[in-house]
């Protein structure tokens, strides 16, 4: 059973920095995608970032192009979303998620992922 765990989350002040892990287990290969979503109170969730299984593609929302990282070690089953110069609209729950074995979608759709993380809360103050 492939479960998917989020942490690093906690508040912090506009301009600070959080870092996000999510350790995935369960899954037999590491040649999985794995992508960072967000939802904020009253919105629809909405995509943040991704990386291919290699690490050698990446794709990123605009609105957090050049401030958050994503990067994954596979050795350890784990991903990672480092998070700059945040701001109080990137308050939200965010969630991991792993690529399944029919992944239909582009990388920036929820459907393309299968596998969820309970979410990790991220309160940026003003």
């Known amino acids: 059973q492939v479960q998917v765990v989020e942490s690093g989350g906690g508040l912090v002040q506009a301009g600070g920095s959080l870092r996000l892990s999510c350790a995935t287990s369960g899954r037999t290969s590491s040649r999985y995608a794995m992508g960072w979503f967000r939802q904020a109170p009253g919105k629809e969730r909405e995509f943040v970032a991704y990386?291919?299984?290699?690490?050698?593609?990446?794709r990123y929302a605009d609105s957090v192009k050049g401030r958050f990282t994503i990067s994954r070690d596979n050795a350890k089953n784990t991903g990672y979303l480092q998070m700059n110069n945040l701001k109080p609209e990137d308050t939200a729950v965010y969630y991991c998620?792993?690529?399944?074995?029919?992944?239909?979608?582009?990388?920036?759709?929820?459907?393309?992922?299968?596998?969820w993380g309970q979410g990790t809360q991220v309160t940026v103050s003003s």
């Open positions: 990386i291919s299984w290699s690490g050698a593609s990446t």
């Open positions: 998620s792993s690529q399944g074995s029919a992944p239909w979608g582009d990388v920036d759709s929820r459907t393309f992922y299968e596998y």
